[in-house]
């Protein structure tokens, strides 16, 4: 799969060699994906945990659709289309 030109200046937007900037982490205990500006006011997941880890990937089964839900906080302006072109295949 090669890489389409939105794809490549997101990846370089949210570099793991720059500022963390990624607008979701998830959390490592009960796998809720989180908000970075939440979790910085509140300091932990609802969940009581504290540990988070990047998201590397986004769930998809009968229960959950997590790109879907992404989806949805791109149109609401939560979340920036620029991350979502990493996920999305065009």
């Not at 879907?68 to 295949?89: H, N, P, T």
């Amino acid at each position: 799969m090669s890489l389409t030109d939105a794809q490549i200046n997101a990846a370089a937007k949210y570099s793991h060699d720059g500022k963390f900037s990624e607008p979701l982490v998830r959390c490592d205990s009960c796998a809720k994906l989180i908000f970075t500006r939440d979790l910085s006011k509140s300091g932990m997941c609802s969940c009581g945990n504290m540990r988070v880890r990047n998201v590397r990937t986004l769930r998809i089964d009968d229960d959950v659709d997590e790109l879907e839900q992404v989806r949805k906080w791109v149109k609401e302006g939560k979340v920036d289309s620029d991350w979502l072109d990493l996920w999305v295949e065009k």
